[in-house]
Nanobody
Framework: QVQLVESGGGLVQAGGSLRLSCAAS????????MGWFRQAPGKEREFVAA????????YYADSVKGRFTISRDNAKNTVYLQMNSLKPEDTAIYFC????????????????????WGPGTQVTVSS
């Protein structure tokens, strides 16, 4: 059974930083692309960042490019999201997700490319 568990969320002031972690189990983690999505109150879930199985290629939403960094440690089955220069509009529940396999590469920014999701972690940025 595949499980993804996010941690590291919390309350931070605008301009601050947080580091989210996602611990994965139940599949050969190093074989799959991974992603982070977020959902703000009253809004659709949106893509934030993604990373290939090797960590060699990363993808970012325009809204977070230059402020967020996705990384992974395959030895620890963990993917990270370092969030700097946080803004109130970054407030959302952040979800970790695991890619479906080779088809993930066709559209890593879309939800359908992922088949497992964590329960999410709340990030609140105060102004």
């Amino acid at each position: 059974q595949v499980q993804l568990v996010e941690s590291g969320g919390g309350l931070v002031q605008a301009g601050g930083s947080l580091r989210l972690s996602c611990a994965a189990s139940g599949r050969t983690f190093s074989m799959y692309g991974m992603g982070w999505f977020r959902q703000a109150p009253g809004k659709e879930r949106e893509f934030v960042a993604a990373i290939t199985w090797s960590g060699g290629t990363t993808y970012y939403a325009d809204s977070v490019k230059g402020r967020f960094t996705i990384s992974r440690d395959n030895a620890k089955n963990t993917v990270y999201l370092q969030m700097n220069s946080l803004k109130p509009e970054d407030t959302a529940i952040y979800f970790c997700s695991s890619g479906r396999g080779p088809s993930w590469y066709l559209a890593p920014r879309t939800e359908y490319a992922y088949d497992y999701w964590g329960p999410g972690t709340q990030v609140t940025v105060s102004s």
